[in-house]
């Protein structure tokens, strides 16, 4: 669903007299509440679970600059929108998925992983002082989210990884949220519980908590990424 058909869904989950609103824009009333509490609930949902949801993460890539030490986020293209990146929140960096690197004169045949340091290791090692432009052997990023490569590269490479992006907004009548659509009545439920709370209604509260929280538990089940990075302990001796 679109952000309209959510906003005229809440209407008909809420029992409210009269017609739908018709835009998301140009409300007023109880209609512009309608648009302002679907679009709360859908920020809502994102910002759970420290935003980790599959679909806010994405892959990106960089090509580094002879002797430049140092990229930001909009430095960085979202590979999978072929854009430099524009909603960037955290970088996504762990020992089990570590970005990739190579000389691009040697072709991506000699892609390696590159490790990920700690800023505090990092700064003393490689942003005290002046070094000598070579092979990067190690990734960092500071409290800016700047990425930091050590030692300073000596030619073009290419460094890829991924991230998470910052919430979608909706705004238009045709924004469609992100997270999967067998998900989005979840939307409504949780607007519907704004509304409940603002009509002082104990019973549309009841009835959106009833509703919503298994579709909740469905979509952490199914696009939490957390639950994709636990791991069952190995056999025993």
Same mark, same amino acid.
């Given at each position: 669903?679109?952000?309209?058909?959510?906003?005229?869904?809440?209407?008909?989950?809420?029992?409210? =007299?009269?017609?739908?609103?018709?835009?998301?824009?140009?409300?007023?009333?109880?209609?512009?509440?309608?648009?302002?509490?679907?679009?709360?609930?859908?920020?809502?949902?994102?910002?759970?679970?420290?935003?980790?949801?599959?679909?806010?993460?994405?892959?990106?890539?960089?090509?580094?600059?002879?002797?430049?030490?140092?990229?930001?986020?909009?430095?960085?293209?979202?590979?999978? *929108?072929?854009?430099?990146?524009?909603?960037?929140?955290?970088?996504?960096?762990?020992?089990?998925?570590?970005?990739?690197?190579?000389?691009?004169?040697?072709?991506?045949?000699?892609?390696?992983?590159? =490790?990920?340091?700690?800023?505090? *290791?990092?700064?003393?090692?490689?942003?005290?002082?002046?070094?000598?432009?070579?092979?990067?052997?190690?990734?960092?990023?500071?409290?800016?989210?700047?990425?930091?490569?050590? =030692?300073?590269?000596?030619?073009?490479?290419?460094?890829?990884?991924?991230?998470?992006?910052?919430?979608?907004?909706?705004?238009?009548?045709?924004?469609?949220?992100?997270?999967?659509?067998?998900?989005?009545?979840?939307?409504?439920?949780?607007?519907?519980?704004?509304?409940?709370?603002?009509?002082?209604?104990?019973?549309?509260?009841?009835?959106?908590?009833?509703?919503?929280?298994?579709?909740?538990?469905?979509?952490?089940?199914?696009?939490?990424?957390?639950?994709?990075?636990?791991?069952? =302990?190995?056999?025993?001796?």
């Amino acid at each position: 669903m679109d952000f309209l058909a959510l906003v005229q869904s809440l209407h008909y989950e809420a029992k409210l =007299p009269g017609s739908a609103p018709s835009a998301v824009t140009g409300q007023s009333g109880r209609a512009a509440d309608l648009v302002r509490w679907t679009a709360e609930a859908y920020n809502d949902i994102q910002r759970e679970l420290d935003g980790r949801w599959k679909w806010l993460r994405s892959n990106w890539t960089v090509n580094t600059v002879d002797g430049t030490q140092t990229y930001d986020p909009s430095d960085c293209t979202d590979v999978d *929108d072929a854009a430099v990146i524009t909603r960037f929140s955290a970088w996504d960096f762990d020992d089990e998925e570590l970005p990739f690197i190579y000389l691009v004169s040697e072709g991506v045949a000699t892609e390696r992983e590159l =490790p990920v340091s700690h800023w505090q *290791d990092f700064r003393g090692l490689y942003v005290k002082g002046s070094h000598t432009a070579s092979v990067p052997a190690q990734l960092a990023f500071d409290h800016l989210d700047t990425l930091y490569l050590g =030692p300073k590269p000596n030619g073009i490479y290419k460094v890829s990884g991924s991230y998470w992006k910052n919430l979608q907004t909706l705004a238009a009548d045709a924004d469609e949220p992100e997270m999967p659509a067998a998900y989005h009545m979840l939307v409504v439920y949780r607007a519907l519980v704004k509304y409940a709370y603002n009509s002082v209604s104990q019973e549309v509260l009841a009835r959106a908590e009833t509703e919503g929280t298994p579709l909740y538990d469905a979509l952490v089940m199914n696009q939490w990424y957390g639950r994709f990075r636990m791991r069952l =302990p190995g056999t025993l001796a």
